[in-house]
């Protein structure tokens, strides 16, 4: 069922309401201090790269238990980074496997490796990483590689290893640095309003203590005073503001140790500290290709930041939104949506519900998405459950929109990386 608009021209008069808050232009920064070189990295030989993938593969039936042993060893030989991470380790333990299978398969594509080892050093300021913690890492990686892929192990894997790892870390702690030239590692957030949504969701906006540089879509880590030094990771739901202000929109999860304080126990007061933004799922303002945007849940969030940066930039391009749920009550953020339709001609939301009968409603996203189109020109923006997210490229995929063109951000909705992890690590991060 279509909830807004009729087709119009695609060059209809800009909106009249181009100064509605959504579209409201933050304030100007300056501009950062020139970067310094990254240094000389010596590349990877094709050997090495051969090496290190057959290496992962041997101990992927032990992966679980080769963490655990990590962490052990790790802990028992630098007891002083122990006090770096959570009291509770299994988020930890899925998110070093997920990172490991990230950069072993980015090793021959340098390009991306960087940028993703750098996205990995500015980030891991907030737990207070050191240079001198990377030497540990390192040497407790592979001595738990070492003890897990058994007659495998040779010193030519070691060496090819020692080389990857000394790759990685070099780029981290140069990203670490540039970093700290600019921007604090962690920023003090007040929460000044929380608000409860129904169906274990919550709005809560925080006013950071500085200046809170995103781009609309990307995504923020945040730490509650309840459960120190463990951190989730939940999407602004706007486009940045003037105000330095912003809101999350949070679910509960069972057994969430996150989540479950943000919604029942955070009060206006409370403050919880954001890490730096990360995401590639925004906006390319060089292009002008129309949009297909597909949210489940409070992956609404950053589709609804996506739409109000468009808005903002005075788009020209139409802006289809699918909106999911298991049932019409479930419809989570839908009317926020219908309200900008009303406002942006260039913008129709649609919705469907996968577990109940509604006439002009009734199937998942990627079947109702699949009856529309066609999408084949489209830039398609995706955010949700990872089944959802999976599906729903697949349904794109299928209608001839290439891979570069269909975006969903990996880290923490790991539809990406769980393609790469063992069946029995797939199932979504507990918050």
């Known amino acids: 069922m279509i909830f807004s608009r009729a087709p119009r021209e695609r060059h209809d008069a800009p909106d009249a309401t181009a100064q509605s808050p959504e579209s409201a232009a933050p304030p100007s920064t300056p501009s950062p201090p020139a970067p310094s070189p990254l240094p ?60 490991l299978l990230q950069i072993v398969d980015l090793v021959d594509d340098p390009e991306n490796l960087i940028r993703f080892c750098g996205r990995l050093g500015r980030d891991h300021r907030k737990f207070g990483a050191l240079n001198g913690h990377y030497p540990a890492v390192g ?38 640095r540039e970093d700290a030239r600019t921007a604090p590692a962690v920023w003090e957030a007040e929460i000044i309003h929380h608000l409860h949504r129904g169906h274990g969701i919550a709005e809560i906006t925080v006013r950071p203590d500085a200046p809170y540089p995103y781009t609309a879509g990307q995504y923020a880590s945040v730490e509650t005073p309840w459960h120190p030094r463990t951190w989730r990771y939940y999407s602004p739901a706007h486009a940045p503001r003037p105000d330095n202000t912003v809101t999350f929109h949070v679910r509960a999860v069972a057994q969430g140790q996150v989540s479950q304080g943000l919604v029942y126990s955070a009060k206006p007061g409370d403050v919880v500290r954001l890490g730096p933004t990360q995401g590639d799922m925004t906006l390319d303002p060089r292009s002008d290709r129309d949009l297909v945007c597909v949210a489940g849940g409070t992956g609404m969030a950053p589709i609804k930041a996506l739409v109000e940066d468009a808005a903002r930039t005075g788009t020209e391009r139409y802006v289809d939104v699918f909106v999911g749920a ?23 939301v649609r919705a469907a ?7 002009g409603l009734e199937g998942s996203l990627p079947r109702v998405l699949n009856e529309f189109g066609p999408w084949y020109r489209h830039e398609a923006f995706l955010s949700g459950p990872v089944d959802m997210v999976t599906q729903t490229s697949a349904t794109l995929a299928r209608q001839g929109i290439p891979q570069e063109r269909i975006h969903f951000d990996p880290f923490d ?19």
């Not at 519900?353 to 006439?359: C, F, K």
Request: proline share 7%; hydrophobic share 50%; charged share 20%.
């Open 353 to 359: 519900v996968s577990h109940e009968r509604i006439a």
């Open 326 to 348: 298991r049932t019409a009550e479930e419809l989570y953020g839908l009317d926020d949506m219908l309200r900008m339709s009303q406002r942006h001609h260039w913008l129709s």
């Open 413 to 431: 909705v790991p539809a990406l990386e769980a393609a790469l992890l063992p069946r029995k690590l797939r199932e979504p991060p507990e918050d």
């Open 40 to 99: 000389d990295l010596v590349p990877l030989t094709a050997e090495e790269i051969a090496l290190m993938r057959a290496s992962v593969a041997a101990v992927g039936p032990y992966a679980a238990d080769m963490t655990v042993y990590f962490y052990a060893i790790l802990f028992a030989r630098y007891p002083e980074v122990r006090g770096l991470f959570p009291d509770n380790l299994d988020v930890q333990r899925d998110r070093l496997l997920r990172g």
């Open 139 to 176: 040497e407790c990686l592979l001595a738990s590689l070492a003890r897990y892929a058994g007659p495998a192990w040779s010193p030519e894997l070691a060496a090819a290893w020692t080389h990857g790892y000394g790759v990685v870390a070099q780029v981290m702690m140069h990203a670490a």
